[in-house]
């Protein structure tokens, strides 16, 4: 069967380089109507009960994280001329399409008392604008004595200001988010020229709209360098163009193929998606460097390009099918959470593993078929004396010192799960932001000044409609406000309540001793003159009711800000502050209370994230051994050959837990994706190993000894590849990416270690081959050696392949 397809492709090798190039075009279309992903994914599943009260908490009183906020912290922000600039600032974002309403202080309203027509009335605190130093001090004073802007807009104990930009969900998933934000800023540039005075940027959608572009900027950033690096490698290898040119068409094909199938399933690209490309290109590259390595190889042995070219297909192209197919299935596991984006990411880069397999079994040969023959330069490498002494080395290390190698091991692995229980599970809602970033500055500047900007929602339901004016449950309400904004990382709450406080103040004349809720005595005053209070947009009551109350007048929204804390301490916070407080205050009642908003919805996703890693790992660890098991027919075999690959993921977890690496998507990612990729080194191996057993009478240390010398230089080469490949990660400006290149890359290296290491120590000492088994392992179809009679079933002349010996003038490969 091998043989049939061997000489198929070679046959129709023109065919097969046309049907890829065509193939090639209609993905590169289909790739250049990929879009990008505008939102937050939502992590935690639509069946999750805290999703589902979240996404009626929307429909009911709209988006929680759509708040943008632009702060600063300077006392000349009180003079006339630069207080006179923040007003046009203000005046200036208001009018940009996309911005739904600006609170700023100089654009500050009160409420104030109508007594002829009993209603209250908004009136604009600075109109007309102040012209004088005098005017303007005199107004700042009154906004002083209005307590609902106090840790809102302004905080008089730091002089800290703030301007509060909400913006239009329906522009902002859209597009049009990055003008919208690059407007915002360029006038809040034009502001900062003209007044010296510095200003912060913060809020889910800033940060949401930063994301994305830097998503956009280091898709082709790490596209271009991953192949720069790769084809470098392939380059010092093989010391020949044709060996870095082909292989990269390879490549190409296979990125397109990618971008082409996430347009085609409709996905969009997301921080995951997005790392799909460079992935591929650094994981295809392995393919190439196995196939024209045993190319190099046979041919060196006989001379004969048609008959190398027909055995890496028949042998190293099954081999290399087994290694893709366990790629993919650390990938392809990540399909079966319940997790939207994992399963984007787990399909589309299954899918383009074995896209790379098919390419670069077809192109190769077909390719090559039309080259010259090797040339002696081009053969070198395969006697490179640093990579042969190296690879002897390791050799006589099995055989001699095997006790030594696995206490080692055994050492190391002790110290690595010490150190994994070290690990924490923690993420932030700017995790995957730089420490020294100007987002994380900016965030630190209002969680020290208005105790953070991450919405936090608490809901309570007064168990009866029009429950939301009765007076005791708006003391319970302002009670459960009091106590939460007490708490050093939650900022002050904004509801019906404060409004009403604010009401009660503008009865009195805006005097600050009666801000507070109504009494017994003088709530039926008040509560009409908010009912015959009205404007062009309905009732004040109306208004509030659609913000901070429902339809029914049952429900009522507290809105919270609070600090990025992680989702160690916000859970702690829930749990042991804000849930005990809530049952404790409302025990007794007929309110109940639910806590719900972007921030903890955010959190729950990431811990939910990690728990399904978590279980896409064991599953991937059971297929492959199902693999193992059907591939070998040994349960011996099958712990054999998973120990080596296990261990290079305990020494990861050790790393994680001794550097202080916490557990977060991004890391308990690596884990599944390196799995399946370590385990080809071992397929390889193994696929030799088992040659090696047959062809020297089943005399394991003669054939552990020769798989070494001859797979080594090809897991050697790989292993660098890939190492290589992935570590370029590190130069992301996201954390979670950073720890995804360097901790894939470090447990790729020390997988090459123990493949090459442990696994054919534990060969010597517990594998006992029988040269009869009970039944015929699958691996064994496969294990023959080339037989020279399968020349004489190719027809040469038929191929049409010129098998012509180029001079030895001739340079590396650029002469073909």
């Given at each position: 069967m091998s043989f049939?397809?061997?000489?198929?492709?070679?046959?129709?090798?023109?065919?097969?380089?046309?049907?890829?190039?065509?193939?090639?075009?209609?993905?590169?279309?289909?790739?250049?109507?990929?879009q990008m992903s505008y939102s937050f994914s939502n992590v935690v599943p639509t069946s999750d009960p805290d999703m589902a009260y979240f996404q009626e908490f929307k429909r009911t009183f709209g988006e929680d994280g759509n708040i943008m906020a632009i702060g600063l912290q300077d006392p000349r922000i009180y003079e006339v001329e630069n207080f006179q600039r923040l007003e046009y600032l203000s005046k200036a974002i208001q009018e940009l399409r996309g911005v739904t309403q600006v609170v700023s202080l100089p654009r500050l309203v009160r409420l104030t008392k109508d007594a002829q027509k009993r209603r209250f009335v908004f009136e604009a605190l600075f109109d007309p604008f102040p012209e004088t130093q005098q005017e303007l001090d005199s107004l700042?004073?009154?906004?002083?004595?209005?307590?609902?802007?106090?840790?809102?807009?302004?905080?008089?104990?730091?002089?800290?200001?703030?301007?509060?930009?909400?913006?239009?969900?329906?522009?902002?998933?859209?597009?049009?988010?990055f003008e919208l934000?690059?407007?915002?800023?360029?006038?809040?540039?034009?502001?900062?020229?003209?007044?010296?005075?510095?200003?912060?940027?913060a809020g889910l959608p800033f940060v949401r709209a930063v994301m994305t572009t830097k998503v956009k900027e280091e898709l082709n950033f790490f596209l271009i360098l991953s192949v720069v690096v790769t084809a470098l490698i392939l380059f010092i290898f093989?010391?020949?163009?044709?060996?870095?040119?082909?292989?990269?068409?390879?490549?190409?094909?296979?990125?397109?193929?990618?971008?082409?199938?996430?347009?085609l399933l409709g996905y969009k690209v997301t921080l995951l998606t997005g790392l799909l490309p460079p992935i591929i290109v650094v994981i295809g590259v392995p393919n190439c460097i196995y196939l024209l390595n045993k190319y190099h190889q046979e041919y060196a042995k006989h001379g004969n390009k048609v008959r190398a070219l027909t055995?890496?297909?028949?042998?190293?192209?099954?081999?290399?099918?087994l290694t893709n197919a366990t790629t993919a299935v650390g990938f392809l596991v990540l399909f079966f959470t319940n997790i939207a984006i994992l399963k984007e990411f787990g399909l589309v880069a299954s899918i383009n593993v074995f896209v790379a397999f098919v390419v670069s079994v077809t192109l190769i040969p077909a390719v090559y078929a039309y080259l010259p023959a090797p040339t002696p330069r081009q053969l070198r490498h395969l006697d490179s004396k640093v990579t042969?002494?190296?690879?002897r080395s390791l050799d006589l290390l099995v055989h001699r010192h095997p006790l030594i190698i696995f206490g080692v091991t055994g050492a190391i692995v002790v110290f690595s799960i010490a150190g994994a229980l070290r690990i924490r599970a923690v993420s932030y809602m700017v995790d995957d932001l730089p420490a020294d970033s100007d987002i994380r500055h900016d965030l630190a500047f209002f969680e020290d000044n208005f105790e953070g900007v991450m919405p936090l929602e608490v809901v309570v339901d007064t168990g009866k409609p029009r429950g939301a004016l009765d007076l005791k449950n708006l003391r319970t309400i302002a009670e459960l406000e009091a106590y939460l904004e007490a708490h050093p990382s939650i900022a002050p709450g904004v509801s019906i309540v404060d409004y009403l406080k604010a009401a009660r103040q503008a009865f009195y004349n805006g005097s600050p001793a009666f801000y507070g809720l109504p009494t017994n005595q003088d709530k039926n005053f008040i509560f009409n003159y908010l009912r015959s209070q009205s404007d062009a947009?309905?009732?004040?009551?109306?208004?509030?009711?659609?913000?901070?109350?429902?339809s029914t007048g049952q429900r009522v929204r507290v809105s919270f800000k609070v600090e990025d804390m992680g989702s160690i301490r916000l859970s702690e916070l829930m749990q042991n502050v804000v849930r005990p407080e809530v049952d404790s205050l409302l025990a007794g009642t007929d309110l109940e209370a639910k806590i719900t908003g972007t921030t903890l919805l955010f959190v729950k996703g990431n811990d939910y994230l990690i728990r399904n890693l978590r279980s896409s790992l064991l599953f991937a660890v059971a297929i492959i051994a199902l693999i193992m098991a059907a591939l070998f027919g040994s349960f011996r075999m099958v712990l054999i050959s998973l120990i080596p690959n296990i261990v290079p993921l305990i020494i990861t977890a050790g790393i994680m837990g001794w550097f202080n690496i916490p557990l977060k998507p991004s890391t308990a990612l690596i884990f599944s994706i390196a799995f399946g990729i370590s385990v080809d080194d071992?397929?390889?191996?193994?696929?030799?190993?088992?040659?090696?057993?047959?062809?020297?009478?089943?005399?394991v240390p003669k054939a552990v000894s020769v798989s070494i010398l001859e797979t080594g230089s090809s897991m050697f080469y790989t292993s660098l590849v890939l190492f290589a490949g992935f570590v370029i990660f590190s130069q992301s400006e996201f954390g979670g990416t950073v720890a995804l290149g360097i901790l894939v890359s470090t447990t790729l290296l020390c997988a090459m270690l123990t493949n090459l290491v442990l696994l054919p120590s534990l060969l010597l000492y517990f594998d006992k081959p029988r040269q009869k088994l009970d039944f015929e392992p699958l691996l064994e179809h496969y294990e023959e050696f080339y037989i020279a009679d399968d020349d004489e079933e190719i027809d040469v002349d038929l191929l049409e392949v010129e098998d012509r010996t180029p001079d030895a003038s001739d340079d590396a490969g650029t002469k073909s």
């Open positions: 049939n397809v061997a000489h198929f492709i070679l046959k129709y090798r023109l065919v097969i380089i046309v049907l890829l190039a065509l193939y090639a075009g209609f993905m590169a279309y289909e790739g250049s109507r990929i700042l004073a009154i906004s002083r004595s209005i307590p609902l802007y106090e840790g809102l807009l302004t905080n008089d104990s730091t002089s800290a200001v703030a301007l509060l930009v909400t913006l239009d969900p329906k522009v902002f998933d859209s597009e049009d988010r934000i690059d407007d915002i800023m360029s006038q809040g540039e034009a502001f900062s020229e003209h007044t010296g005075i510095s200003l912060h940027y093989f010391r020949s163009l044709n060996a870095v040119v082909f292989p990269m068409i390879v490549i190409g094909i296979t990125v397109l193929s990618t971008m082409g199938t996430i347009a055995y890496i297909v028949r042998k190293i192209g099954v081999v290399t099918l042969t002494r190296f690879i947009k309905g009732t004040l009551e109306s208004n509030l009711m659609d913000a901070f109350v429902d071992a397929l390889h191996f193994l696929a030799k190993y088992r040659q090696e057993l047959k062809s020297h009478n089943y005399f």
